[in-house]
């Protein structure tokens, strides 16, 4: 790299104290505990000692260790939709490429043993493409991702109501598919808060140790200023929405391998709750900002929830209610744009 | 110096500024011809009548997105604002004529009151619409299950018939409900003060401030009408199916769907540009391109990728023109 | 007004201004970019407020919270960026703030008299009012911003180079709408940069340096060059480094352009860029001078032309491309805030991004470097900061400039593009940012910059190129180069003033 040792030291300007003292002690602190983090995981004990009131067996690791498992599913596509969230978009293609991975893979399983070997990697590998799919429209064609997602979610279903008849699916799922879902090891953790963990270890470390992850936030950030400094925004705006659509189909071979097969609309009740585990976690829905762990959190939190409502048998209308206050209120405190004078 | 040598030079630019909805109107007109003549029963009364009736269900709630993607915002509770309306009215609308009529209007209220909901947490709150439509949704459809944990219901027999059967000419009457809506509430919005106020908000809302425009009740008023329209849509479907029932499925399909329209009706995305009366023939062009695939006796099991790709179509050739942009800084916000 | 002042940051827009305007006059504005006549203008139309000073208007003093507000007193500017709705029709956005209205809906027969009224007002006749803005040309959209403040009513009112867009038909045209409004008993307050329209209209004039009202005169009564001089002034004795003489080499330019075309805004461009030179871009705003830097660096599409980097003909595509290691491009782009960094992410993640690709290894950032990297720049440049992990947009105007520098730095560029790099920015990180430029090309990096200021252009840079509509009209090197030369070639291309008559029919400068 051309060093440029200069000597222009000598000439500097005036500090501008004014401008320099708001990074000081309060940003300082603001970075290493991020509020709506640390509400998030607020929540969550109050959320476990309100459940501990009702039962007292709500505390104990086995349920805890079930709670888990249950968060893994939507821990797996939260990630993809938290990297799309960041890039400042949004991705609503989520329930149907979840139903693909489900319905692809177990009807792999269907194609012989080599289908069997392979039924994760092939739903899997048709999320990937859908997920391409939602790629190409926002990067080249600059359509809103909003859309783009509304389309090939609509144009994912309509494969789906093609491939399996109408019927529910029958195929099973392999054992592959079962094991990784249903099985333990290492302790006893269930193996599919492990793909949880590997998933999300390798999300943190593709947003904050990769190019990649920097151009991600930068996009969110502000996509003119990362196109003018060269950074390949199109690549990387593709990728992210690939990430997205595996993820979301590995949450649905996950989930089938769970229940033993795939089932009609099986990915539509994980749209919202992605979005609001993201969303609760502190990242911005505008993009730019957000940290795992808040995701994390933001899962977790939405996994209890459900465990709490249907522990204290609160019917099913409540909790679409108390989803949607809790967002909206969780958005009102993070999330507000600003006023025209500004 | 003659001011008004232009006057019969209006046209070219009338024409200009329905393009949108010209095109929605061909597109309609042609698609319903080939649906028409193929149909294996022909054009009598009681197929028209079916087709209105599903046509004008779609158009309405069309309609109520309309006026949301006016302001370049998105509506996606309308869809549950409907279902709502659905479960409300299969309980409230039933009775007496008065009971009937008080009903209704409450339905209507109902549907007001879930719009300006919308419409106070985007304004005030300063939310982006998607996100908040997303959770009002969720909000919605709660409330419709807390009505209806299961489908049943009913609704007043003389209000579905009128709703939902045929004038004197064999006109179906739900094609007259669709005009009333809009002579009533679309072309007074337009031409108001606040319908252009939304129509600049959409366009540019930096430039509408500058100008002057009451940004806040422009918006405010359209996610209120547009909530209040998806309740019309609502207690029209309580008329088609006589009952309620709270399907997210359902509610899902036809905020997908009210897109769609939208789009083929040649409102933009973008805001500032379109009309309802667009976005009525996209929503049945959309209906009747279902409907085209069991005429030619193809599989309806197809139809729900066939206008899924549609939709696909519809959306690309709408971001076709940003392909002509010459200075790339202007595709990146 | 008196005695106004208004500080943006570090940064003293106006210290101590005063205006006086009478009913019935014209008043001609003049000053250099950042002389502060935009600041001024925009407290008088209530879109800012002043720190000090007052405001009387009809001898009664006054505060406008809001453009409303302003407006209501009749008071009507007419900025450069327009404020129309390009959806909505002419009449619509004539309109817009006070449709007629009948039955509570708009009545849009009376709108569209009113529209025919307002339009004709303007001088702008063959304006259909039911055209869509955005199907207008630039020039035509003018016309009918003009158009909508007309419609206000306004007794006081102001352009802010409002000819700037205009052809030169419709120069005319404003002229005697101008003289007409006159006649009428209205204030106008004319911003411009072109002496012989000021000549021809204005009744008085206030010259604006550096934030201060330097001088209020009859129309006619100094010179141009006696008028340039005031707008020039001398502030501060710009410390400019000297100059090194370059030896002269065979090689290749560093940087050629041949025929160089885009649209209507750049028109057969050539130029040679040696390396260790500093070329500056000159003329009045707006003549392509941005747009020019943009097509170097691949932003602009559908360009015609041939471009040469040491000799070989490349296609640069987008900036992407334009950094890679054989071109070696880099853009200090126009707005830091928007186009330069990312705000909210921090001091070290902005200087890091363009070179990311070199500080990584298979995609994956090596941190240890990076750092090493960034402290590296931040020292060489001196940029004031806590530390590199707070965020970029809580630091100075000059110190973000610096980051966005810095920020190419790192890719250690062969060809430097800047847009205007200092405006805005305190007079220390400019003699800052000076001296690295020199530097810069003393090490054999070629240099090319467009600025607004022309003292920068006379002390910086090798050669200057006088940009016009699109096309370099002049060419200025070596001693050449005088303030004197650069604005009045940029106003009078050409040398002398033209007499007042052929001035009006020659094309709009």
Excluded at chain 2, 136 to 159: E, F, M, N
Excluded at chain 3, 97 to 119: K, T, V, Y
Excluded at chain 3, 403 to 408: N, T
Excluded at chain 3, 492 to 497: D, K, Q, R, V, Y
Aim: proline residues 4%; hydrophobic residues 50%.
């Amino acid at each position: 790299m051309g060093e440029i040792d200069s000597t222009s030291n000598r000439l500097r300007s005036q500090p501008d104290g004014a401008e320099l003292r708001a990074a000081g002690a309060f940003g300082e602190w603001r970075r290493r505990v991020d509020p709506a983090i640390a509400s998030a995981f607020g929540c969550i004990l109050v959320l476990l000692l309100l459940g501990s009131l009702y039962s007292s067996s709500f505390l104990s690791p086995e349920y805890l260790l079930q709670q888990l498992k249950v968060a893994s599913f939507l821990g797996v596509i939260a990630t993809g939709m938290m990297i799309v969230i960041l890039l400042g978009q949004i991705d609503l293609s989520v329930p149907w490429v979840v139903a693909v991975g489900g319905m692809m893979a177990t009807a792999a399983t269907g194609w012989g043993p080599v289908g069997v070997a392979l039924a994760i990697p092939v739903g899997i590998g048709c999320g990937i493409a859908l997920g391409l799919l939602n790629g190409c429209g926002v990067a080249f064609l600059r359509i809103p991702s909003m859309i783009v997602t509304l389309a090939v979610n609509a144009v994912a279903q309509g494969l789906m109501v093609v491939h399996t008849g109408g019927f529910s699916p029958q195929d099973a799922s392999s054992p592959a598919m079962r094991f990784i879902a249903t099985g333990h090891s290492l302790f006893g953790i269930p193996n599919a808060l492990l793909v949880w963990a590997v998933v999300g270890g390798a999300a943190v470390f593709l947003l904050t140790r990769t190019t990649f992850g920097r151009t991600v936030y930068a996009i969110g950030n502000r996509e003119r200023a990362a196109y003018l400094s060269g950074a390949r925004t199109r690549l990387v705006v593709m990728a992210a929405f690939a990430i997205s659509g595996g993820l979301s189909a590995l949450g649905g071979v996950l989930l089938a391998g769970y229940a033993s097969k795939a089932a009609q609309a099986m990915g539509d009740p994980y749209l919202l709750p992605a979005i609001a585990a993201v969303v609760l976690g502190g990242t911005s829905i505008l993009g730019g900002r957000g940290r795992y762990l808040g995701t994390v959190a933001g899962v977790i939190l939405i996994t209890l929830l459900q465990s709490i409502l249907s522990v204290m048998q609160i019917e099913e209308f409540g909790r679409h209610v108390i989803y949607g206050v809790a967002i909206i209120a969780m958005l009102l405190v993070y999330g507000r744009g600003r006023r025209h004078s500004d | 110096m003659n001011v008004t040598m232009n006057a019969n030079g209006d046209w070219p630019y009338r024409l200009r500024e329905h393009r949108g909805t010209l095109l929605a109107l061909l597109a309609f007109v042609v698609m319903f011809t080939i649906y028409a003549s193929n149909h294996p029963a022909g054009l009598n009364a009681n197929v028209a009548t079916t087709a209105a009736n599903k046509g004008v269900l779609l158009a309405i709630v069309a309609m109520a997105q309309t006026l949301v993607v006016l302001t370049s915002g998105i509506d996606l509770s309308v869809g549950m604002v409907m279902v709502l309306a659905n479960c409300l009215a299969s309980t409230i609308v039933v009775g007496s004529p008065l009971m009937t009529a008080l009903g209704a209007l409450g339905v209507l209220l109902v549907g007001g009151v879930c719009g300006a909901i919308n419409g106070l947490i985007v304004v005030f709150g300063r939310l982006q619409p998607i996100v908040t439509t997303i959770a009002t949704g969720a909000v919605y459809y709660g409330a419709a299950l807390a009505l209806r944990r299961v489908p049943g219901g009913d609704i007043s027999a003389p209000l579905a018939d009128a709703l939902t059967g045929q004038l004197p000419g064999g006109v179906p009457a739900s094609l007259a409900l669709l005009l009333a809506l809009v002579l009533i509430v679309w072309l007074p919005f337009r031409r108001s003060a606040i319908g252009r106020a939304a129509y600049a908000v959409g366009s540019s809302e930096v430039a509408a401030y500058m100008s002057g425009v009451p940004v806040r009740r422009a918006k405010f008023v359209a996610y209120t009408l547009s909530g209040l329209l998806a309740s019309v849509a609502g207690l029209f479907i309580t008329c088609i199916t006589y009952s309620g029932e709270a399907s997210a499925a359902n509610g899902n399909t036809y905020t997908l769907y009210s897109i769609a329209a939208v789009v083929l009706g040649g409102v933009s995305l973008f805001g500032g540009s379109g009309s309802a009366v667009g976005a009525i023939f996209g929503a049945l062009m959309f209906r009747t391109i279902g409907d085209l695939l069991f005429v030619f006796n193809l599989d309806p099991l197809w139809q729900p990728l066939f206008q899924g790709v549609v939709l696909a179509a519809a959306v690309c050739l709408g971001a076709a023109r940003l392909l002509q942009v010459r200075n790339r800084l202007d595709l990146y916000g | 007004m008196q005695g106004i002042s208004k500080r943006y940051g570090g940064v003293r827009a106006l210290q101590d201004a005063r205006l006086v305007v009478e009913a019935g006059r014209i008043h001609a504005v003049l000053g250099e970019n950042g002389a502060g006549k935009s600041t001024l203008i925009k407290i008088m139309a209530g879109v800012v407020a002043p720190d000090e000073g007052t405001m009387l208007l009809d001898g009664r003093p006054v505060a406008f919270a809001s453009p409303a507000a302003a407006n209501a007193a009749g008071i009507v500017c007419i900025f450069q960026e327009l404020s129309l709705i390009p959806d909505l029709s002419v009449a619509d956005n004539i309109a817009i703030s006070n449709p007629p209205r009948r039955f509570g809906l708009i009545d849009a027969r009376a709108q569209r008299r009113m529209a025919e009224e307002a339009l004709a007002r303007a001088g702008a006749h063959d304006i259909h009012p039911l055209a869509l803005v955005k199907d207008l040309s630039l020039s035509r959209r003018q016309m009918v911003e003009i158009a909508k403040a007309l419609g206000r009513r306004p007794r006081i009112l102001i352009l802010d180079e409002a000819t700037s867009a205009l052809t030169a038909a419709d120069v005319t045209t404003i002229y005697g709408v101008l003289r007409r409004l006159r006649a009428d008993g209205l204030a106008l307050v004319y911003i411009s940069h072109r002496m012989h329209e000021i000549a021809e209209l204005a009744d008085e004039c206030t010259v604006f340096c550096n934030g201060r009202s330097v001088a209020s005169y009859v129309a006619g009564t100094k010179t141009d060059n006696e008028v340039v001089e005031l707008m020039i002034g001398r502030e501060y004795s710009g410390v400019f480094p000297p100059r090194a003489p370059r030896a002269a080499s065979d090689a290749a330019p560093r940087l050629e352009l041949r025929h160089l075309r885009w649209t209507d805004r750049l028109n057969d461009i050539s130029l040679r860029l040696h390396a260790g030179e500093v070329v500056g871009l000159g003329g009045l705003d707006g003549q392509g001078q941005r747009e020019l830097l943009l097509a170097l660096f691949g932003v602009l599409r559908g360009t015609t032309g041939e471009v040469r980097v040491d000799g070989r003909p490349v296609v640069i595509d987008g900036p992407h491309t334009a950094k890679r290691k054989d071109i070696g491009m880099a853009l200090i782009p126009e707005d830091r805030k928007t186009e330069g960094l990312m705000l909210p992410m921090s001091v070290r993640d902005n200087l890091s991004f363009a070179a990311l690709a070199r500080l990584s290894r298979w995609g994956i950032v090596d941190a240890q470097a990076e750092h090493a990297a960034v402290q590296r720049i931040v020292k060489l440049l001196g940029v004031r900061t806590d530390g590199t992990d707070g965020a970029a947009g809580s630091l100075s105007g000059g110190n973000q400039q610096k980051l966005v520098i810095g920020k190419w730095l790192m890719m250690a560029p062969r060809i430097i593009l800047l847009n205007d790099p200092t405006r805005g920015i305190d007079v220390g990180t400019k003699q800052e940012i000076y001296a690295l430029l020199r530097e810069l090309a003393g090490e054999g990096v070629a240099i090319l910059f467009y600025s607004t200021d022309y003292d920068e252009l006379v002390g910086c840079c090798d050669r200057v190129l006088v940009m016009y509509d699109g096309a370099i009209k002049r060419e200025l090197a070596g001693a050449e180069i005088t303030e004197r030369a650069l604005v009045s070639s940029a106003l009078n291309i050409g040398g002398a003033a033209p007499p007042l008559a052929e001035a009006v029919g020659a094309p709009a400068l």
